[in-house]
């Protein structure tokens, strides 16, 4: 009887720990952009992009506040929120995917894993399907998730003023960086 | 007269000229030792946007924010999370890139103060993987701040 109560309490025990660590997340993951103009560089940097990943299911999401993104200069940084993305109307862009491979990544063995990611983006208010890869790098049960991808602010509905045509280029390469743990819920 | 109209057009040109480069060169402030527009804990912050979030948003967006609260997690590339123990909702602060050492300033478990500009709030939708996150507020440009 004792022994019968010490296995269910072992395996109920079980169960809900790696029930817990289905999922990882962030609060405070990184995303910075680049753009390459012919006359001038320009990069910005997000420092509390909200991630979570579902290691049962694949699914993945990010979530980045458009005024948290940080700049050099001034000018760019009011351009940018108030001409470009209207962080006012639009304050969040999002991406909501899958991991495609994920059965390939295994989340309990430290090592690096590539993972393909398919899903859609969100910035500006406008939606578009992306796929992309990137590195999983699980190390003692933590997980830092880096990709870099180009995305076309044109396929956003974001519009670059002639005069400023030489300034900011059309495709922005995106970084992320996201280092994420254990959800203990 | 007309050689001093001339001298008088370029040398407007040339103020003019000069102010935009200026302009154009000027960096983002430093906002970390800037006088606050709002003085607020962690708690006091997550609470208003809980309670009436059109309202918050109008009150502490873009503001400059002196913000106090319990450390749970520090991230050394530049980010600290403060919040309540037992508790998903928190204040994530993005350090500005003129203020990364202050990690070296912060202990988790302690009560720190921290400034920044409010940049946004998020409160994941029911079936949303974000969700069981809680509410998020979130700060950039930030460093703390020094007692005086």
């Given at each position: 009887m004792?022994k019968?109560?010490?296995?269910?309490?072992a395996?109920?025990l079980?169960?809900?720990v790696?029930f817990?660590?289905?999922?990882?997340?962030?609060?405070?993951?990184?995303i910075?952009?680049?753009?390459q103009?012919?006359?001038?560089e320009?990069?910005?940097?997000?420092?509390?992009v909200?991630?979570?990943?579902?290691?049962k299911t694949?699914?993945?999401?990010?979530?980045?506040q458009?005024?948290?993104?940080?700049f050099?200069?001034q000018?760019?940084?009011q351009?940018?929120?108030?001409?470009?993305?209207?962080?006012?109307?639009y304050?969040?862009?999002?991406?909501?995917?899958?991991?495609?491979?994920n059965?390939?990544?295994n989340?309990?063995?430290?090592g690096?894993?590539n993972?393909?990611v398919?899903?859609?983006?969100t910035?500006?208010?406008?939606?578009?399907?992306?796929?992309t890869?990137?590195t999983?790098?699980?190390?003692g049960?933590?997980i830092?998730?880096?990709?870099?991808?180009?995305?076309?602010?044109?396929?956003?509905?974001?519009?670059?003023?002639s005069?400023?045509?030489?300034?900011?280029?059309?495709?922005i390469?995106i970084?992320v960086?996201?280092?994420?743990?254990?959800?203990?819920? | 007269m007309?050689?001093?109209i001339?001298?008088?057009?370029v040398?407007?040109?040339?103020i003019?000229?000069?102010?935009?480069?200026?302009?154009?060169?000027?960096k983002?402030?430093?906002?970390?030792n800037?006088?606050?527009e709002?003085?607020?804990?962690?708690?006091?912050?997550?609470?208003?946007?809980?309670?009436?979030?059109?309202?918050a948003?109008?009150?502490?967006?873009?503001?400059?924010i002196?913000?106090?609260?319990?450390?749970?997690?520090?991230?050394?590339?530049?980010?600290?999370?403060?919040?309540?123990?037992?508790?998903?909702?928190?204040?994530?602060?993005?350090l500005?890139?003129?203020?990364?050492?202050?990690?070296?300033k912060l202990?988790?478990?302690?009560?720190?103060?921290?400034?920044?500009?409010c940049?946004?709030?998020?409160k994941?939708?029911?079936?949303?993987l974000?969700?069981?996150?809680?509410?998020t507020?979130?700060?950039?440009?930030?460093?703390?701040?020094?007692?005086?």
């Amino acid at each position: 009887m004792l022994k019968n109560l010490i296995v269910v309490t072992a395996l109920v025990l079980t169960a809900s720990v790696s029930f817990a660590q289905d999922k990882f997340y962030t609060k405070t993951g990184k995303i910075s952009f680049l753009s390459q103009a012919p006359i001038e560089e320009i990069e910005a940097k997000n420092k509390t992009v909200t991630a979570v990943v579902d290691s049962k299911t694949g699914a993945i999401q990010f979530a980045v506040q458009m005024k948290g993104f940080e700049f050099e200069k001034q000018l760019m940084q009011q351009h940018f929120n108030e001409n470009y993305v209207e962080s006012d109307k639009y304050p969040k862009s999002e991406f909501k995917g899958t991991i495609t491979n994920n059965s390939a990544i295994n989340y309990k063995k430290d090592g690096t894993y590539n993972a393909k990611v398919k899903g859609q983006l969100t910035i500006h208010g406008v939606t578009k399907d992306v796929e992309t890869t990137g590195t999983f790098k699980i190390n003692g049960g933590k997980i830092d998730a880096t990709s870099t991808f180009n995305v076309l602010i044109s396929d956003y509905n974001i519009k670059i003023p002639s005069i400023v045509k030489e300034k900011v280029s059309n495709t922005i390469k995106i970084t992320v960086d996201c280092n994420l743990e254990p959800l203990k819920s | 007269m007309k050689r001093i109209i001339l001298i008088g057009f370029v040398l407007v040109i040339a103020i003019g000229g000069w102010y935009a480069y200026k302009m154009y060169q000027q960096k983002t402030p430093d906002v970390v030792n800037q006088h606050p527009e709002v003085v607020i804990s962690a708690k006091e912050l997550l609470d208003a946007f809980d309670k009436d979030t059109a309202a918050a948003r109008k009150q502490y967006i873009d503001k400059i924010i002196e913000v106090s609260g319990n450390v749970k997690r520090i991230d050394t590339t530049g980010s600290v999370v403060l919040g309540e123990d037992g508790s998903a909702s928190e204040v994530t602060v993005g350090l500005d890139r003129r203020h990364l050492k202050d990690v070296e300033k912060l202990k988790t478990g302690s009560v720190a103060v921290l400034q920044g500009v409010c940049s946004g709030y998020d409160k994941g939708n029911g079936d949303d993987l974000l969700a069981s996150l809680g509410t998020t507020i979130e700060l950039r440009s930030a460093g703390v701040k020094e007692k005086k």
